[in-house]
């Protein structure tokens, strides 16, 4: 028979430590408060031995070991595992999610859904191979982090190697590759590297970890097809891997299939698309624009360069047009013109300007949606006026004076850099750091690269909230600063400039990755 000895309803933790327990779940408030882990109120099995009874076909109870699955509940050790991982799964969770989104997801008062594709994993088979270790790594990486835990963190990187092994392996399998367990464990793993990647020496290690990851997470994707994404799981995944790979293709200025017609339309047959969607749809043109700005530059005969971009120009201004479109109709879907700053809480309250809007402090959605928004109109204004000032330059005559007055890089990125305070309040969890990556990834290289007098005090602002991020323990300097290594490969010449500024500007203003481009030594 099975016994469990004691009397105590109390966490291990306290027990051990001879503490009365508050017995909160997940993690009591004793652990909490005192910084440890909790180890859970799992009990431990005591084997209490019975004499052998054999009736006919029946034997004694004994614990049988499956050679697929081993019956956890006869298991002492490997019931003790379980319930660590439960208990750090689900601290991992709470500190992940946004507070007041952790229990039911809300629709945002513009129509579309919350949207964490981490919700999805709660899901799936936690005991696929490839899914259990990816997510056990990522988990004890970030508890590790807020608990100031070594061992936990080192454990938390022998998983992640044990992940990578796996997804070797179900890579190659046929039908695992097409799992949503596969393509999470992707996902994962790239966030792990994310906030914590590797720390060798080679700087951009963790940058392009972090991209091969991303990519074979769009290449599973693609493997699917269009139409292979059935369900909400599948559906939710594909929305955040397509905005991915857009945001990857930005960066490397090339288009990729999310970009053709049937990736565009075929996924949203069954729901029709909201207006974060549409806007995703109009980023995924960026990497064109981009491409073609690089291939303009690289072109070496003067008169067809010259009608390449006149081409690109009345291009960008198209897009513009349809970027315009899209806030005219998201606009008049709310109660309030739509702001130029995204305040928290305690901002709006102090704050005397009239720019600010009184959306609900749960609409997360919207909020990620207007900095994307501003990082769009900054690439695209950047481009546009860079096109424009090239044009002008060489006398054409039939071109307009002046770009019309919203053409404003320099507005939309002082927006992303003055909201980035909303995103990584501690309420919202990593996901709001995650989602904000981009939008102040751009906005800051942007600001290294201007010349502008007002660009110091953005710079200034952008580094208070990436030190602010690594008190949190999330290094999202560190990371950026890794991908742009990983992705500028230029080496800079004059030591006395600073490498992040000098690969900015090269960003912005230079070809990149063109095949006829000379790289710089």
């Known amino acids: 028979m099975v016994g469990v000895p004691g009397r105590s309803k109390g966490c291990k933790t306290c027990r051990k430590r001879k503490k009365g327990c508050d017995l909160l779940q997940p993690a009591c408030g004793n652990c909490i408060r005192g910084g440890l882990i909790c180890e859970g109120y799992a009990r431990q099995w005591t084997f209490i031995a019975n004499e052998p009874v054999a009736r006919g076909d029946a034997t004694a109870v004994v614990a049988r070991r499956s050679p697929v699955k081993a019956p956890l509940s006869f298991l002492p050790d490997e019931l003790n595992r379980t319930a660590f991982e439960t208990q750090s799964v689900s601290i991992f969770f709470d500190l992940y999610c946004p507070a007041n989104e952790r229990l039911v997801p809300k629709s945002s008062t513009v129509g579309f859904d919350f949207r964490n594709w981490i919700t999805v994993v709660q899901k799936l088979d936690l005991e696929d191979a490839a899914l259990r270790p990816a997510l056990l790594s990522f988990c004890l990486a970030r508890i590790g982090v807020s608990h100031n835990d ?62 091969a990851h991303t990519e074979g997470v769009i290449k599973l994707t693609q493997i699917r097809g269009p139409r292979g994404l059935d369900g909400d799981n599948a559906r939710l995944m594909f929305i955040d891997s397509r905005l991915s790979a857009t945001i990857t293709a930005i960066i490397n200025r090339k288009p990729n299939f999310f970009a053709t017609t049937a990736w565009r339309t075929l996924p949203f047959e069954s729901k029709p698309k909201d207006a974060s969607d549409e806007l995703h749809d109009i980023m995924a043109t960026l990497p064109i624009l981009l491409e073609e700005f690089d291939l303009i530059h690289a072109c070496h005969d003067d ?37 130029s700053v995204i305040r928290t809480p305690a901002e709006q309250q102090n704050t005397l300007e009239h720019d600010c809007f009184s959306f609900e402090v749960s609409d997360h959605m919207l909020a990620i949606t207007l900095a994307l928004y501003w990082s769009t109109c900054m690439l695209l204004h950047g481009l546009i006026d860079m096109t424009f000032n090239s044009l002008r330059s060489s006398g054409r005559t039939d071109m307009p004076r002046r770009l019309p007055e919203h053409v404003d890089p320099h507005r939309s990125a002082t927006s992303i850099s003055r909201s980035i305070g909303y995103f990584i309040r501690l309420e919202m969890g990593i996901w709001g750091v995650q989602l904000i990556g981009f939008p102040l990834g751009v906005a800051l290289m942007y600001f290294l690269s201007s010349d502008d007098a007002n ?35 230029w080496f800079v010449t004059d030591e006395s400039e600073d490498p992040w500024r000098a690969r900015s500007r090269l960003w912005f203003t230079q070809c990149h990755k063109c095949g006829t481009t000379e790289t710089r030594k």
Not at 158 to 183: C, F, P, Q, W
Not at 457 to 484: D, V, Y
């Open 303 to 339: 008169g067809v360069a010259h009608q390449r971009r006149l081409r690109l120009f009345y291009q960008c201004r198209a897009t513009d047009h349809t970027l315009r479109k899209w806030l005219q109709d998201l606009s008049s879907k709310l109660p309030s013109p739509l702001p």
């Open 150 to 211: 070594r061992a936990m963190s080192e454990r938390a990187i022998k998983l992640y190697g044990t992940a990578l092994k796996e997804m070797n392996v179900a890579i190659r399998d046929g039908k695992r590759s097409h799992t949503d367990e596969v393509l999470a464990a992707g996902k994962l793993m790239a966030q792990y590297e994310m906030f914590h990647g590797s720390t060798t020496p080679e700087l951009k290690t963790r940058g392009t970890n972090w991209k």
């Open 455 to 489: 660009a110091d005090e953005e710079r200034q602002r952008l580094g208070a909230n990436i030190a602010a991020m690594s008190r949190m323990g999330l290094s999202l300097g560190t990371f950026l600063t890794s991908l742009q290594a990983a992705t500028v490969p």
